[in-house]
T-cell receptor, first 117, second 114 residues
Framework: EPEVTQTPSHQVTQMGQEVILRCVPI?????FYWYRQILGQKVEFLVS????????KSEIFDDQFSVERPDGSNFTLKIRSTKLEDSAMYFC???????????????FGPGTRLTVT | AQKITQTQPGMFVQEKEAVTLDCTYD???????LFWYKQPSSGEMIFLIY??????QNATEGRYSLNFQKARKSANLVISASQLGDSAMYFC???????????FGAGTRLFVKA
């Protein structure tokens, strides 16, 4: 069964450093998303991406964050200068808006745990 | 503004019994989708069930069913015949049809006792 993959599974970085989290969405999906979950808290939407541009973003997604689809398979989230409060699990998701599914379901990757020290 | 409320931080259920996890939502849109996800201790998010706002029948997926009461804006998850493997965090979520983001509730941690 196709699945969303994410690398690395765990990333440790120092405050102020740049990090890039990588995702490979399901191959025929067209909509891509990033969410984050601070430990013990709820999942929060960051950004959605369609047709090579951001379609929606939350107030969390400030200028420190950017997303890119550098090739036909990868979808990345970059945090330019990490802060302690960026420590969280970051989930990538993708969805297929075909008539059969109606774009109902977002398939989540296993997540990347980011620890900022 | 969209909002999802899960009022039960933790629930206990005896193995093989049924359990209901509560979820209420708020939206001004007429067209939206409601979801439930399971998050085991390993951390991944597993899609369980979906209910569209215009669906007349309650959604069912195996042992999961969604008790959708539109007028009350509630979308409770019912798990029948609980199993030990059902112990996990459960999140209710909503996406408006005209938007892309899914918003999540705070979650309910379910403990299944042997």
């Amino acid at each position: 069964e196709p699945e969303v993959t994410q690398t690395p599974s765990h990333q440790v970085t120092q405050m102020g450093q740049e990090v890039i989290l990588r995702c490979v969405p399901i191959s025929n999906h067209l909509y891509f998303y990033w969410y984050r979950q601070i430990l013990g808290q709820k999942v929060e939407f960051l950004v959605s991406f369609y047709n090579n541009e951001i379609s929606e973003k939350s107030e969390i997604f400030d200028d420190q964050f950017s997303v890119e689809r550098p090739d036909g398979s990868n979808f990345t989230l970059k945090i330019r200068s990490t802060k302690l409060e960026d420590s969280a699990m970051y989930f990538c998701a993708s969805s297929d808006p075909s008539p059969g599914t109606g774009g109902k379901e977002q398939y989540f990757g296993p997540g990347t745990r980011l620890t900022v020290t | 503004a969209q909002k999802i409320t899960q009022t039960q931080p933790g629930m206990f259920v005896q193995e093989k019994e049924a359990v209901t996890l509560d979820c209420t939502y708020d939206t001004s849109d007429q067209s939206y989708g409601l979801f439930w996800y399971k998050q085991p201790s390993s951390g991944e998010m597993i899609f369980l069930i979906y209910q569209g706002s215009y669906d007349e029948q309650n959604a069912t997926e195996g042992r999961y069913s969604l008790n959708f009461q539109k007028a009350r804006k509630s979308a409770n998850l019912v798990i029948s015949a609980s199993q030990l493997g059902d112990s996990a965090m459960y999140f209710c979520a909503m996406r408006e049809a005209r938007g892309f983001k899914t918003i999540f509730g705070a979650g309910t941690r379910l403990f299944v006792k042997a």
